[in-house]
């Protein structure tokens, strides 16, 4: 079964939306476990404009599943993992002030740069997975960075299945035989959903972890965190 990481960056945006402590983030991922789900996945950024660098202290005596921390490995943030020590990281090339993220690594380029970082977290105990999209070459690029896990950058996948075109997934297929080959673990996120998750998870062999954030949150707003959350896992098995 592949396992289920919420994303609660949503979660702190509508908190910080009004100020206060509304909704409580730590007892939203009491509960996201509580319910089932099997890891905590947040994403800080720079500005601190959703999940606060304290959010990140605050989370590591409540999360008892698996807690993963997404983001651009700048100086704080990598500071900020090696405080919190994750049971993973999972690096992510998000441009300052980005809504959200957009691409992909491109491990050819940077490869010496990943490559030592990926060491520091992974001397500190922390597994460390690289946000990739669908390119074989990029899967290859990573392999030779050290890392243990890839995440595929899902948002195309999402995009061409909701206008109906299955073979969208046709890429993200082949990434995960190369990586599977290659040894490397393999995530996926971005714009996964209930529509969209059952058909994905049939198609990528070697799935391990699936982070949900923004979808299941919304979805949640018509169905309830609980039920959501279950339904996702159902999906996944």
């Known amino acids: 079964m592949t396992k289920l990481s919420v994303n609660i960056n949503k979660i702190a945006t509508l908190r910080n939306a009004r100020g206060g402590n509304?909704?409580?983030?730590?007892?939203?991922?009491v509960d996201i476990q509580r319910f089932g789900?099997?890891?905590?996945?947040?994403?800080?950024?720079?500005d601190e404009r959703h999940i606060r660098y304290q959010d990140a202290r605050d989370?590591?005596?409540?999360?008892?599943?698996?807690?993963n921390i997404e983001g651009n490995p700048q100086h704080n943030f990598i500071d900020l993992v090696l405080e919190c020590k994750?049971?993973?990281?999972?690096?992510?090339?998000?441009?300052?002030?980005?809504?959200?993220?957009?691409?992909?690594w491109d491990t050819i380029k940077n490869q010496d740069y990943l490559t030592e970082v990926i060491q520091e977290f992974q001397r500190n105990g922390i597994r460390t997975s690289i946000f990739?999209?669908?390119?074989?070459?990029?899967?290859?690029?990573?392999?030779?960075?050290?890392?243990d896990r890839?995440?595929?950058?899902?948002?195309?996948?999402?995009?061409?299945?909701g206008l109906g075109n299955e073979k969208g997934i046709e890429p993200y297929t082949k990434a995960a035989i190369l990586a599977n080959e290659l040894g490397?673990?393999?995530?996926?996120?971005?714009?996964?959903?209930?529509d969209n998750i059952q058909f994905f998870k049939q198609n990528i062999p070697g799935l391990l972890e699936v982070s949900i954030g923004h979808a299941l949150i919304a979805e949640a707003l018509y169905l309830g965190l609980d039920n959501v959350v279950n339904m996702y896992l159902n999906k996944l098995k």
Do not use: C, W
């Open 184 to 194: 490397l673990g393999i995530n996926a996120g971005h714009d996964l959903s209930l």
């Open 132 to 147: 990739v999209d669908p390119v074989l070459e990029m899967i290859e690029g990573a392999k030779k960075t050290g890392t």
């Open 150 to 161: 890839i995440e595929l950058y899902t948002e195309s996948f999402a995009h061409q299945y």
């Open 22 to 29: 509304v909704p409580d983030l730590l007892k939203v991922a």
């Open 59 to 67: 989370l590591k005596a409540i999360v008892t599943t698996e807690y």
């Open 86 to 104: 994750p049971d993973q990281v999972t690096l992510v090339p998000d441009a300052i002030g980005a809504i959200t993220s957009s691409a992909g």
């Open 37 to 46: 789900g099997q890891g905590i996945t947040i994403h800080p950024r720079p």
